[in-house]
């Protein structure tokens, strides 16, 4: 059983930027992060495999990017130029295969709030 801890979140300005991190006890093969705002579902913010390969969701191109360090089985997500609507739970999701879609997510870590103010 693979376990992700990941610290991080917080409260930041519009504009402002974050930097995401989690940290797996095993070694996985694809990593990344999906969020889920209130009323909505979870959706895919980024993934990266262990080659990394990486997938965003159209909203964040352009401004967060995602990098991982094979040898602490750690994958980092930073975020730039955050708006009001990148609220939400950010939960760690890790697969020995994929985690796209999320129904093919094998782990989850137990979430961290980000907060965007206006």
């Known amino acids: 059983q693979v376990q992700l801890l990941e610290p991080g979140g917080g409260l930041v300005q519009a504009g402002g930027s974050l930097r995401l991190s989690c940290a797996a006890s095993g070694s996985i093969f694809s990593m990344g992060w999906y969020r889920q705002a209130p009323g909505k579902q979870r959706e895919l913010v980024a993934a990266i495999s262990s080659v990394g390969s990486t997938k965003f969701t159209d909203s964040v191109k352009g401004r967060f990017t995602i990098s991982r360090d094979n040898a602490k089985n750690t994958v980092y997500l930073r975020m730039n130029s955050l708006k009001p609507e990148d609220t939400a739970v950010y939960y760690c999701?890790?697969?020995?295969?994929?985690?796209?879609?999320?129904?093919?997510?094998?782990?989850w870590g137990q979430g961290t709030q980000v907060t965007v103010s206006s």
């Open positions: 999701a890790a697969s020995r295969v994929t985690i796209v879609p999320v129904t093919a997510v094998g782990y």
